[in-house]
């Protein structure tokens, strides 16, 4: 079952997909941990030095996109700045009206609610 | 022109060396690769880390995302920064499954060396947003001075 499948075929997570040497930004493709729950899906993405203003999470036509940006830092540091962005094809089986999410030292968390309907439930025997 | 029988035990078999070379190749293989496995194993990470500096001080920022502060280790020894921690993998609860594990856990430990002089009592260390940033005043005979011509 691919539940979550990765939508841009990107070479490596965790690596520059599209590097633009003209600009200071580093863009990254961070990497997650997807995560099945009962009830819902949980994704844990590392997106360090970046604050919950400079998030975007979007839900569009059964794909999330996750963005975020960091700011390059003060001097004397040279860390350029960092441009976050991984999109992924969601089951229709996710009531994408109750998608939430959360940064927590540096972890982007987003729980993903299954719908009332995909929940396993028991069945009484009468 | 002697006649020597004919004997099939004498020659040797094609294929005899082959089986010994294959034995050879495959014990190559699994101690060269045994060890490739314990240097990639999977509760090793090195987290990305930049250093930078100034007039006034060395800065060095380890990305480090979803550790609290306590699970980090600062060490000054000989001009050499070492920084090591350590990111739990998290534990699955009942019913729940992986379906995808691309994040790094496990030990990690940085090391940087440091122009000497650098007060051990003066280095200060935060770590916000996932990142640890270490500050590290440089010594007074490190610092440019300007000389003026008499």
Redesign the interface.
């Known amino acids: 079952m691919n539940?979550?499948t990765q939508k841009e075929n990107d070479p490596q997570?965790?690596g520059s997909p599209a590097k633009k040497p003209e600009s200071a930004v580093r863009y990254i493709q961070p990497?997650?941990?997807?995560?099945?729950?009962?009830d819902d899906?949980l994704i844990?993405a590392?997106?360090?030095?970046?604050?919950k203003e400079s998030v975007e999470v979007e839900f569009h036509a059964g794909e999330l996109s996750i963005e975020a940006h960091r700011e390059a830092?003060r001097?004397?540091?040279?860390?350029p700045s960092v441009q976050y962005r991984r999109v992924f094809t969601v089951d229709p089986m996710i009531d994408a009206s109750k998608i939430t999410a959360s940064v927590?030292?540096?972890?982007l968390s987003l729980t993903l609610p299954k719908a009332e309907s995909a929940k396993p439930r028991q069945i009484s025997v009468s | 022109m002697n006649l020597i029988r004919f004997n099939t035990s004498r020659l040797p078999e094609p294929f005899d060396h082959l089986g010994s070379f294959q034995r050879e190749i495959n014990r190559l293989f699994d101690s060269s690769l045994g060890a490739l496995r314990d240097f990639n194993s999977a509760d090793e990470w090195t987290p990305r880390l930049d250093l930078s500096h100034d007039d006034e001080k060395v800065v060095v920022a380890l990305d480090a995302p979803g550790l609290s502060k306590e699970a980090f280790d600062i060490s000054l020894e000989d001009s050499t920064l070492t920084i090591s921690g350590e990111r739990k993998q998290p534990e699955l609860a009942e019913g729940e499954s992986v379906v995808r594990r691309e994040r790094f856990s496990g030990r990690f430990t940085r090391s940087v060396t440091l122009p000497p002089g650098i007060e051990a009592d003066q280095v200060s260390a935060d770590y916000s947003g996932g990142v640890l940033t270490v500050s590290l005043p440089k010594p007074e005979v490190v610092k440019p001075r300007r000389i003026s011509i008499q």
């Open positions: 539940t979550l997570p965790g990497r997650v941990d997807i995560c099945e729950r009962a899906f844990q590392d997106v360090p030095g970046v604050r830092a001097a004397p540091s040279a860390r927590d030292h540096g972890v």
